[in-house]
């Protein structure tokens, strides 16, 4: 059964660090896209950042551009999110998603398989 484990989160003051890890099993998940998902309190979960199936591309919404960088290792089969800067609106529960296709785009349809999430705390 194929799964995926978010793991990372934490609680840091603003202008800190954390890397989220996304480990997958059950399966290989090279062929396809990989998504960062973020639920802040009270609002939505929005894609925040993508990379494509090999890690040669990535796209990431305005508000974490420059701060957050996806990453992957197939070989590992784990996709990664390293967050710099951190701020108080970072704040909320991180999800990681992936979606059949390969193509890293800012869509937030047909992702098929999710993490538990980790809970990321920003304090001011």
């Known amino acids: 059964q194929a799964q995926l484990v978010a793991s990372g989160g934490g609680l840091v003051p603003a202008g800190g660090s954390l890397r989220l890890s996304c480990a997958a099993s059950?399966?290989?998940?090279?062929?396809?896209?990989m998504g960062w998902f973020r639920q802040a309190p009270g609002r939505d979960r929005d894609l925040i950042a993508a990379i494509n199936w090999s890690g040669g591309a990535a796209v990431y919404i305005d508000s974490v551009k420059g701060r957050f960088t996806i990453s992957r290792d197939n070989a590992k089969n784990a996709v990664y999110l390293q967050m710099n800067g951190l701020k108080p609106e970072d704040t909320g529960i991180y999800y990681c998603a992936a979606r059949p296709g390969g193509d890293a785009d800012l869509g937030e349809n047909g992702y098929t398989y999710w993490g538990q999430g980790t809970r990321v705390t920003v304090s001011s």
């Open positions: 059950g399966r290989t998940f090279s062929t396809y896209a």
